[in-house]
């Protein structure tokens, strides 16, 4: 069993930053790709920033692209979300999740993609 355990989350105003960070732990998996989703209160929770682990090629949902980045560094087995010009439609409880099965790239935007999820860290933006 693999454990995701994000940090980060934070009460900031609009236009703050904050990173987010994802760390894996426990056995050890193949991995083929991270992501980050999101779920607001009364909403389905929704992609927001994917990364494939071995050609760290990213994937962007249109409402953060270019405000978000994702990285990763796989020595430490950790993916990393830079949120950057936050606005308060951007409040959420983000979720780190983890493919240990091979997934396309074209899909890798999808819940289902995904088999390992974390406990999702709180980020709220003030206005």
């Known amino acids: 069993q693999v454990q995701l355990g994000e940090s980060g989350g934070g009460l900031v105003q609009t236009g703050d930053s904050l990173r987010l960070s994802c760390a894996s732990s426990?056995?050890?998996?193949?991995?083929?790709?991270m992501s980050w989703f999101r779920q607001a209160p009364e909403k389905e929770r929704e992609f927001v920033a994917a990364?494939?682990?071995?050609?760290?090629?990213?994937k962007y949902a249109d409402s953060v692209k270019g405000r978000f980045t994702i990285s990763r560094d796989s020595a430490e087995e950790t993916v990393y979300l830079q949120m950057n010009r936050l606005l308060p439609e951007d409040t959420s409880v983000y979720y780190c999740?983890?493919?240990?099965?091979?997934?396309?790239?074209?899909?890798?935007?999808?819940?289902?993609?995904?088999?390992?999820w974390g406990q999702g860290t709180q980020v709220t933006v003030s206005s």
């Open positions: 999740a983890m493919s240990s099965v091979p997934v396309s790239y074209t899909l890798i935007h999808r819940r289902s993609s995904y088999n390992n």
């Open positions: 990364i494939t682990w071995r050609g760290g090629f990213t």
């Open positions: 426990g056995r050890s998996i193949s991995n083929y790709a």
